[in-house]
C-alpha cells in the first residue's frame, strides 16, 4: 500500500495509508485532511493508474509542487517524490509489488528454488581482501551513503553493481509480515530481476553472504527455475544488518561463469552495514523527537519573559504540570523545551505534536498507537507518541484544537498513566510528563462548552505565558541581529544593513506574527536583497504599510503611536472580532470602537 509520509523541520510527523484515490486538502472529507488557510478544502488527488501513481492539482488557489515544480495536470509520481502544499511537505512511498512473472515492467521475480541453497558457500566478512583493499571499500562505503543523500538507493545500487561488476542487482527489505515478508525497493539492470528466496532466507537465517560460481555446473540446483528459465550463473547474496536486526539483504548476479570470486564477497560483506544503512534510513525514518538537533537560544530580557522561563525552570524541578500560553509565533514551543531540559527528565525522549495538524481520528492514532489490522490501512503495529515519550516529555502543541473523544482519553492517561492502542486489548503503562500549549483562551472554550474544564486544570497547575513580541521593547533588536547572523550563515549571504527610513518601518510595526514573523521577513531579505543597504522599498509589504506615519517625538506622539500599534495588533490576532480585541486590550467594546474612529485606517488591520 502506497503511503504519504508528512514532515515538520524534514523529521516524519505522520503517514497516511492510501487506497487507489486519495484527496487532499483540508475539508474533512479529504482522505488526506492538512490543516492550513493556504489550502484549497480540495486541493489536489493522488490516483493509481495503469502507468502508475499520478498527482493532480484540483485547481487550488495556490497550486501545488512535485520535487520543486509548480504543477496543475496530472504528473507521475516517482518513489520519494517531495510534495509541496502550502506549508506542508510530504514525502510519496509508494508499494513495489511482488510479482511470480515477468509480465511486470520494472519488477522482481522472487522464485522459490528449494535445492539453490545448498549449492551456495559462505565466507567470512572481509575474506580474501589485503590492508589496501579494505581500504578502498571502507572509503567506497563513505562514498555510498553520500549518493544515497543525493540519488537515493537506485543510485547506490547502480553503483555497488558496477563496483562488483554485476549485471543486475536487487534491494530487498524484510519486513517481518508472514504474509508478504520481503519488500523490493529497487532494482538495477533490466525491466525484471530475478532472485533467489532460498538464498535470501538463508542470508537472513544465518547472517552471512553467500556466494554462486557457476549455477548451470552445480548439481544442488538441477532443475532449479531461476538457473534454466533465467540463465544464471554466478549468483552473490549479503544479509543488510541494522542495530543487530537483519532488515533486508542485497541480490546481485551475473550470467557470466565465475563473474564473482571469493574477493567479490569479501568487498560486499565489508560495503554490507554502509548499504544496511541508507535502507534503515529509507525504510524506518527516525521517529518523531527533537533529539536530533538542540534547541534554539531564547533570546531576550524582557522582565516578563525572564519571569516565565524563571516559572517553568521552577516547575520542571519539581515536575509541576505547567499550561503554556500565547499568540501563534511568539515561542511557546522553545519554552516547553526548557522545561523539558530543566528537569530530571532532560536524558529523555522529547516529542511534540501539533494536534491542529490532525483530525481527530489520525490524532488518536498518532497520539496513542494502532494495532495492525486496526482499521483500513493500519498494516502493521504504530508505536503512538505516549509510548516514544516513555521516560520523558510528551509536548502538545495547540491542545484547545482537541476535540472531545480526545479530550476524554487524554485526561484518562494524565489520571491513571495508562491507555489502550487503537484495536488493542493490552493496557500500556507510561512515565510521561506532559507540557500543553495554547494561543486560545480555554476559560472562553470551557464556557462556550468545547473544552472540558477537569481536563483544564489537569493541564494548568502552573499556567505561563509568553508575551507577544510587540511588548518586548528592546528584545526586538536582539532577536532581529541575532536572526540576521544565524540565518546569513545558514544561507551563505551577507547580512546588510537596514537604513534609517527601513529601521524606522521596522522598529514601527506591531509584528502581529511575532518572533516567527520577524524570522520569515529576516529569511526574505537575505534570499531577495543582493545589496548592502536596505531600503524602504526592500521590505515586505505589511512593513510598508507604516511609511506614511512619522516616527514619533513627543512623549505624546509616542503613547499615541503605541496605542495605535497595540489596537492594530488585538484587531489582528483577534481576526476582526471586536469584542475578542477588546477583553485582550482590557477595554470595554464602546471604548475600542471610539479608538478605532480616533485612529482612523491605521488603527484596523
Request: aromatic share 4%; glycine share 10%; charged share 25%.
Given at each position: 500500500?502506497?503511503?504519504?509520509?508528512?514532515?515538520?523541520?524534514?523529521?516524519?510527523?505522520?503517514?497516511?495509508?492510501?487506497?487507489?484515490?486519495?484527496?487532499?486538502?483540508?475539508?474533512?472529507?479529504?482522505?488526506?485532511?492538512?490543516?492550513?488557510?493556504?489550502?484549497?478544502?480540495?486541493?489536489?488527488?493522488?490516483?493509481?493508474?495503469?502507468?502508475?501513481?499520478?498527482?493532480?492539482?484540483?485547481?487550488?488557489?495556490?497550486?501545488?509542487?512535485?520535487d520543486?515544480?509548480?504543477?496543475?495536470?496530472?504528473?507521475?509520481?516517482?518513489p520519494?517524490?517531495?510534495?509541496?502544499?502550502?506549508?506542508?511537505?510530504?514525502?510519496?512511498?509508494?508499494?513495489?509489488?511482488?510479482?511470480?512473472?515477468?509480465?511486470?515492467?520494472?519488477?522482481?521475480?522472487?522464485?522459490?528454488?528449494?535445492?539453490?541453497?545448498?549449492?551456495?558457500?559462505?565466507?567470512?566478512?572481509?575474506?580474501?581482501?589485503?590492508?589496501?583493499?579494505?581500504?578502498r571499500?571502507?572509503?567506497?562505503?563513505?562514498?555510498?551513503v553520500?549518493?544515497?543523500?543525493?540519488?537515493?538507493l537506485?543510485?547506490?545500487?547502480?553503483?555497488?553493481?558496477?563496483?562488483?561488476?554485476?549485471?543486475?542487482?536487487?534491494?530487498?527489505?524484510?519486513?517481518?509480515?508472514?504474509?508478504?515478508?520481503?519488500?523490493?525497493?529497487?532494482?538495477?539492470?533490466?525491466?525484471?530481476?530475478?532472485?533467489?528466496?532460498?538464498?535470501?532466507?538463508?542470508?537472513?537465517?544465518?547472517?552471512?553472504?553467500?556466494?554462486?560460481?557457476?549455477?548451470?555446473?552445480?548439481?544442488?540446483?538441477?532443475?532449479?527455475?531461476?538457473?534454466?528459465?533465467?540463465?544464471?550463473?554466478?549468483?552473490?547474496?549479503?544479509p543488510?544488518?541494522?542495530?543487530?536486526?537483519?532488515?533486508?539483504?542485497?541480490?546481485?548476479?551475473?550470467?557470466r561463469?565465475?563473474?564473482?570470486?571469493?574477493?567479490?564477497?569479501?568487498?560486499?560483506?565489508?560495503?554490507?552495514?554502509?548499504?544496511?544503512?541508507?535502507?534503515?534510513?529509507?525504510?524506518?525514518?527516525p521517529?518523531?523527537?527533537?533529539?536530533?538537533?538542540p534547541?534554539?537560544?531564547?533570546?531576550?530580557?524582557?522582565?516578563?519573559?525572564?519571569?516565565?522561563?524563571?516559572?517553568?525552570?521552577?516547575?520542571?524541578?519539581?515536575?509541576?504540570?505547567?499550561?503554556?500560553?500565547?499568540?501563534?509565533?511568539?515561542?511557546?514551543?522553545?519554552?516547553?523545551?526548557?522545561?523539558?531540559?530543566?528537569?530530571?527528565?532532560?536524558?529523555?525522549?522529547?516529542?511534540?505534536?501539533?494536534?491542529?495538524?490532525?483530525?481527530?481520528?489520525?490524532?488518536?492514532?498518532?497520539?496513542?498507537?494502532?494495532?495492525?489490522?486496526?482499521?483500513?490501512?493500519?498494516?502493521?503495529?504504530?508505536?503512538?507518541?505516549?509510548?516514544?515519550?516513555?521516560?520523558?516529555?510528551?509536548?502538545?502543541?495547540?491542545?484547545?484544537?482537541?476535540?472531545?473523544?480526545?479530550?476524554?482519553?487524554?485526561?484518562?492517561?494524565?489520571?491513571?498513566?495508562?491507555?489502550?492502542?487503537?484495536?488493542?486489548?493490552?493496557?500500556?503503562?507510561?512515565?510521561?510528563?506532559?507540557?500543553?500549549?495554547?494561543?486560545?483562551?480555554?476559560?472562553?472554550?470551557?464556557?462556550?462548552?468545547?473544552?472540558?474544564?477537569?481536563?483544564?486544570w489537569?493541564?494548568?497547575?502552573?499556567?505561563?505565558?509568553?508575551?507577544?513580541?510587540?511588548?518586548?521593547?528592546?528584545?526586538?533588536?536582539?532577536?532581529?541581529a541575532?536572526?540576521?547572523?544565524?540565518?546569513?550563515?545558514?544561507?551563505?549571504?551577507?547580512?546588510?544593513?537596514?537604513?534609517?527610513?527601513?529601521?524606522?518601518?521596522w522598529?514601527?510595526?506591531p509584528?502581529?506574527?511575532?518572533?516567527?514573523?520577524?524570522?520569515?521577513?529576516?529569511?526574505?531579505?537575505?534570499?531577495?536583497?543582493d545589496?548592502?543597504?536596505?531600503?524602504?522599498?526592500?521590505?515586505?509589504?505589511?512593513?510598508?504599510?507604516?511609511?506614511?506615519?512619522?516616527?514619533?517625538?513627543?512623549?505624546?506622539?509616542?503613547?499615541?503611536?503605541?496605542?495605535?500599534?497595540?489596537?492594530?495588533?488585538?484587531?489582528?490576532?483577534?481576526?476582526?472580532?471586536?469584542?475578542?480585541?477588546?477583553?485582550?486590550?482590557?477595554?470595554?467594546?464602546?471604548?475600542?470602537?471610539?479608538?478605532?474612529?480616533?485612529?482612523?485606517?491605521?488603527?484596523?488591520?
Amino acid at each position: 500500500m502506497a503511503v504519504l509520509i508528512l514532515l515538520r523541520d524534514e523529521v516524519p510527523l505522520v503517514r497516511f495509508a492510501l487506497d487507489d484515490v486519495a484527496t487532499l486538502g483540508r475539508a474533512s472529507e479529504c482522505e488526506v485532511q492538512l490543516v492550513d488557510t493556504e489550502l484549497s478544502r480540495r486541493h489536489a488527488q493522488l490516483r493509481r493508474t495503469d502507468l502508475g501513481w499520478q498527482l493532480e492539482d484540483l485547481g487550488s488557489r495556490n497550486g501545488t509542487r512535485v520535487d520543486g515544480v509548480l504543477t496543475r495536470g496530472p504528473v507521475p509520481l516517482r518513489p520519494g517524490a517531495l510534495i509541496a502544499l502550502g506549508s506542508h511537505r510530504l514525502v510519496f512511498d509508494p508499494p513495489l509489488d511482488v510479482v511470480g512473472d515477468a509480465d511486470g515492467d520494472h519488477r522482481l521475480l522472487l522464485l522459490r528454488d528449494e535445492a539453490a541453497g545448498h549449492g551456495a558457500r559462505a565466507l567470512p566478512a572481509g575474506a580474501a581482501l589485503s590492508a589496501a583493499e579494505l581500504a578502498r571499500c571502507h572509503a567506497l562505503a563513505l562514498a555510498l551513503v553520500a549518493l544515497a543523500d543525493r540519488g537515493g538507493l537506485g543510485a547506490v545500487l547502480a553503483g555497488l553493481c558496477a563496483e562488483l561488476g554485476a549485471e543486475r542487482g536487487c534491494l530487498i527489505a524484510a519486513t517481518g509480515n508472514p504474509g508478504r515478508p520481503l519488500r523490493p525497493l529497487c532494482m538495477h539492470g533490466g525491466a525484471t530481476v530475478t532472485a533467489s528466496t532460498t538464498l535470501i532466507a538463508r542470508a537472513l537465517a544465518e547472517g552471512t553472504g553467500l556466494v554462486v560460481d557457476d549455477a548451470q555446473g552445480n548439481v544442488s540446483f538441477a532443475g532449479a527455475a531461476s538457473v534454466l528459465t533465467h540463465d544464471l550463473r554466478a549468483v552473490l547474496v549479503a544479509p543488510l544488518v541494522h542495530d543487530g536486526e537483519a532488515i533486508g539483504v542485497v541480490h546481485l548476479d551475473h550470467r557470466r561463469r565465475g563473474g564473482f570470486d571469493d574477493a567479490a564477497l569479501g568487498r560486499l560483506a565489508v560495503l554490507a552495514p554502509a548499504i544496511a544503512l541508507t535502507v534503515a534510513r529509507a525504510v524506518r525514518p527516525p521517529p518523531l523527537t527533537a533529539a536530533l538537533a538542540p534547541p534554539a537560544p531564547i533570546i531576550g530580557d524582557d522582565p516578563r519573559l525572564r519571569a516565565a522561563l524563571d516559572a517553568v525552570t521552577r516547575a520542571a524541578a519539581g515536575g509541576t504540570q505547567v499550561l503554556v500560553l500565547g499568540e501563534s509565533g511568539t515561542g511557546k514551543e522553545l519554552v516547553a523545551r526548557a522545561y523539558h531540559a530543566a528537569s530530571p527528565r532532560a536524558a529523555g525522549p522529547w516529542v511534540a505534536v501539533n494536534c491542529a495538524a490532525f483530525s481527530e481520528t489520525l490524532l488518536d492514532s498518532e497520539l496513542f498507537g494502532h494495532e495492525q489490522g486496526a482499521f483500513t490501512g493500519a498494516a502493521r503495529r504504530h508505536r503512538g507518541c505516549f509510548e516514544q515519550a516513555d521516560g520523558g516529555t510528551l509536548f502538545l502543541d495547540e491542545v484547545g484544537e482537541l476535540g472531545a473523544a480526545t479530550q476524554a482519553k487524554l485526561l484518562r492517561v494524565l489520571a491513571d498513566r495508562r491507555f489502550y492502542r487503537l484495536g488493542g486489548e493490552q493496557p500500556i503503562d507510561v512515565d510521561v510528563r506532559v507540557v500543553a500549549a495554547t494561543h486560545r483562551d480555554l476559560r472562553q472554550l470551557i464556557a462556550a462548552g468545547c473544552f472540558r474544564d477537569d481536563l483544564y486544570w489537569r493541564l494548568a497547575v502552573i499556567p505561563v505565558e509568553v508575551p507577544p513580541l510587540r511588548a518586548r521593547g528592546s528584545d526586538r533588536a536582539a532577536l532581529t541581529a541575532y536572526f540576521f547572523a544565524r540565518l546569513g550563515a545558514e544561507l551563505g549571504r551577507r547580512v546588510p544593513t537596514l537604513s534609517p527610513e527601513a529601521q524606522g518601518l521596522w522598529d514601527r510595526h506591531p509584528w502581529p506574527g511575532n518572533v516567527r514573523e520577524l524570522k520569515n521577513a529576516i529569511e526574505r531579505l537575505l534570499v531577495l536583497h543582493d545589496g548592502a543597504i536596505v531600503e524602504p522599498d526592500d521590505l515586505p509589504p505589511e512593513l510598508r504599510a507604516h511609511a506614511g506615519r512619522p516616527a514619533p517625538g513627543t512623549l505624546a506622539d509616542a503613547v499615541a503611536s503605541l496605542e495605535r500599534e497595540r489596537v492594530a495588533a488585538a484587531m489582528v490576532a483577534s481576526g476582526g472580532n471586536k469584542a475578542a480585541a477588546a477583553r485582550a486590550l482590557g477595554i470595554s467594546r464602546p471604548t475600542l470602537d471610539k479608538k478605532l474612529r480616533d485612529l482612523g485606517p491605521e488603527g484596523r488591520p
